[in-house]
C-alpha cells in the first residue's frame, strides 16, 4: 500500500495527512504536531508529552474529513455498514502501518489519541493491547484522561520513560 502524507501548515498548526482505503470504505488519518501546553489539560499527559515530540493522531472517514460544513458526529461509523471482526482487523493494521510509516518518516517521540465515543475506546484499547509486530517496540499507555478516554503511544525515540 502506497501511502502518500500530505502537509499543511494551517494557522500555525502543523499537520500531516493521508486519505486510505479498508474494505471498499475511504478513511483519512491526521497526524497534528501537538504545540508546546495544548496537552496541559491532564496533568500525567501533560508530564509525559513535555518536551517530547508528539503527534494528535484522529482519522475519519474521508467524507466527514473533507466537509467543511460537516454538523455530525465527527468520527460517525459509514452508514449501513458492519464493522465484522475480519474489517476490525483490516482496519487495525492499516491504522498500525500509517503510524508506523509516520514515525518512520517525522520521527516523533509519542502520539497522542483521544476516543471520543466508547466504542472507539475499546477499539483503541484492543488496538494497543495487541500492537502489530512493526509497532513492537512502541509502548501503549491506555485509559488517561478524565475517562479514560486518552492514549499515549510512545516511540523508540521516547527517552527517559518512568511509570
Do not use: W
Not at 482487523?89 to 483521544?114: A, G
Not at 521516547?158 to 511509570?163: D, P, S
Request: charged share 20%; net charge negative; hydrophobic share 35%.
Amino acid at each position: 500500500m502506497e501511502i502518500i502524507f500530505n502537509e499543511l501548515n494551517d494557522d500555525g498548526f502543523i499537520y500531516q495527512y493521508a486519505d486510505f482505503y479498508v474494505n471498499d470504505v475511504a478513511y483519512t488519518i491526521s497526524f497534528t504536531y501537538a504545540v508546546e501546553g495544548s496537552l496541559d489539560f491532564d496533568e500525567v499527559i501533560s508530564r509525559l508529552t513535555r518536551g517530547k515530540h508528539t503527534y494528535t493522531v484522529e482519522f475519519s472517514l474521508s467524507e466527514i474529513f473533507y466537509d467543511d460544513h460537516y454538523q455530525g458526529e465527527l468520527y460517525s461509523a459509514p452508514k449501513n455498514y458492519h464493522l465484522t471482526k475480519s474489517k476490525y482487523q483490516n482496519l487495525k493494521e492499516v491504522l498500525f502501518s500509517l503510524i508506523f510509516r509516520h514515525y518512520q518518516r517525522y520521527n516523533p517521540d509519542c502520539y497522542f489519541i483521544v476516543a471520543d465515543r466508547l466504542s472507539l475506546q475499546k477499539m483503541y484499547r484492543q488496538m494497543c493491547n495487541s500492537p502489530s509486530e512493526a509497532l513492537r517496540n512502541f509502548k501503549a499507555i491506555l485509559g488517561l484522561g478524565l475517562n479514560g478516554e486518552c492514549f499515549l503511544i510512545l516511540t523508540p525515540n521516547y527517552k527517559n520513560y518512568q511509570e
